[in-house]
């Protein structure tokens, strides 16, 4: 997702005024994670700010023991 964001950054005039972003995903990672989408995103495509109207919603964040148990049982069904 890295250089997909940097392109947006270097390239697009994307009105983040008029976005919603939002943040979830088929696994959990804390929003600073290496590994998260938000991290990313804050860093490259919002990083000189965001704009006041530009809205962003994360997924709430889980209880780390429910985490744990739904990694285990994508990797059983996906055989990671």
Request: with cysteine; aromatic share 10%.
């Amino acid at each position: 997702m890295r250089p997909l964001y940097a392109y947006w950054a270097r390239t697009s005039g994307l009105p983040l005024e008029c976005i919603h972003l939002l943040f979830g995903g088929e696994r959990y990672v804390f929003p600073q994670h290496t590994d998260s989408n938000y991290a990313l995103v804050m860093e490259i495509l919002l990083a000189h700010g965001v704009p006041a109207e530009c809205s962003i919603t994360c997924m709430e964040a889980d209880n780390p023991r429910t985490v744990r148990r739904r990694q285990r049982r994508t990797r059983r069904c996906y055989l990671i």
